[in-house]
């Protein structure tokens, strides 16, 4: 005997219910819905802004890492001095323009006579390009500074971070492993920073088949100015010959 479907039952969302991001008030809401396709414009000129104020800049080497490094620091030491070791080779410094590593690099560059670049994001509380930028360019959105990090860069350096130099980290990597860009050096800077990371990613992402071998290749680690100006000045001649 053939069974008869049971009808469903309309949801019943409680009162007062809303969808995530939509405002309470239908007015509020319809606004935004209208201000969406305008919003475009805005990208579009934060690209077109960013394009034209970077365009120049190559070679370049961008650095991330912690915007809570103080001076007295050795990380910050550390990155200033990479700052001076590529600018005296002819890099660019591109960092997000804030304090901590990113002011630390932007002073190498600047002490050394190089381009200090700061790609300057606004934030609610309020962020300052750092007194060591020679070429600020501010950009509202997140993703379009990231765009703006690596469309001119010869090579990465990360120093350590939080959330966001990790985010940062993270999408490069999957950005050459998914071929969305061609490979260059991505440097770690401090070995004993990264280990306990590395050692996770080796157990648990390649352990469980989630990454191949050959994605462990993807970066390198350094310690030392020389070591991450060695390596991104080999890659870059060796890039000139082909």
Not at 91 to 97: A, C, E, K, L, R
Not at 160 to 168: I, V, W
């Amino acid at each position: 005997m053939a069974t008869r479907s049971k009808k469903k039952k309309p949801v019943t969302r409680r009162k007062g219910f809303r969808e995530p991001g939509q405002s309470s008030n239908p007015y509020i809401a319809n606004e935004f819905k209208e201000q969406d396709t305008w919003r475009m414009f805005k990208i579009m000129s934060e690209f077109v802004e960013g394009f034209e104020a970077l365009r120049d800049i190559r070679p370049a080497v961008t650095v991330f890492g912690s915007a809570r490094t103080q001076e007295n620091d050795k990380d910050y030491q550390l990155a200033r001095q990479i700052g001076v070791s590529l600018s005296k080779k002819g890099f660019s410094i591109i960092t997000g323009g804030g304090p901590g590593i990113m002011q630390a690099a932007n002073q190498g560059a600047h002490e050394a006579g190089g381009k200090s670049v700061g790609c300057n994001i606004e934030l609610p509380f309020e962020q300052k390009s750092n007194p060591y930028v020679n070429l600020p360019v501010d950009f509202h959105y997140f993703f379009i500074r990231k765009v703006m990090f690596l469309r001119y860069t010869s090579a990465v350096v990360v120093m350590p971070g939080g959330f966001g130099t990790m985010d940062e980290f993270f999408e490069v990597l999957t950005l050459v492993q998914t071929h969305k860009i061609d490979p260059f050096p991505i440097i770690l800077v401090d070995r004993e920073f990264w280990q306990g990371g590395l050692d996770w990613i080796k157990k648990s992402l390649l352990g469980n088949k989630y990454i191949d071998p050959d994605d462990l290749k993807i970066f390198q680690l350094a310690d030392t100015p020389e070591e991450v100006t060695k390596i991104v000045t080999h890659y870059y001649k060796y890039k000139k010959l082909l």
